[in-house]
Nanobody, 121 residues
Framework: VQLQASGGGLVHTGDSLRLSCAAS????????MGWFRQAPGKEREFVVA???????RYADSVKGRFTISRDNAKNTVLLQMNSLKPEDTAVYYC????????????????WGQGTQVTVSA
């Protein structure tokens, strides 16, 4: 599967953004989908994942602010980000896997190109 992330931008603290990840290829519904982010000088970190059954898992830092969803008919995963903070600034990557585990970067083998999210104070 090939992934294309979009929707990043420059916003202010407290604003919202919605990231989209479009997947090409068949059998999208069989993949667990995740969002990761990487800030300058930091390691890539887990943000949120949605499994093929629709179950979700969030990093503590984004619980209550971010919401992930998927539309298998459109081969799309959405990440709604509300109440953004400067510490959310990073390049956001969507990723796909069929691994049993799906909350670590090493669990994923298909990655999109990343979209920059910048939150100003």
């Amino acid at each position: 599967v090939q992934l294309q992330a979009s929707g990043g931008g420059l916003v202010h603290t407290g604003d919202s953004l919605r990231l989209s990840c479009a997947a090409s290829g068949r059998m999208f519904r069989n993949y667990h989908m995740g969002w990761f982010r990487q800030a300058p000088g930091k390691e890539r970190e887990f943000v949120v994942a949605i499994n093929r059954s629709g179950g979700t898992r969030y990093a503590d830092s984004v619980k209550g602010r971010f919401t992930i969803s998927r539309d298998n008919a459109k081969n799309t995963v959405l990440l709604q980000m509300n109440s953004l903070k400067p510490e959310d600034t990073a390049v956001y990557y969507c990723a796909a896997t069929i691994s049993v585990y799906y909350y670590r970067p090493t669990d994923y083998y298909c990655w999109g190109q990343g979209t920059q999210v910048t939150v100003s104070a």
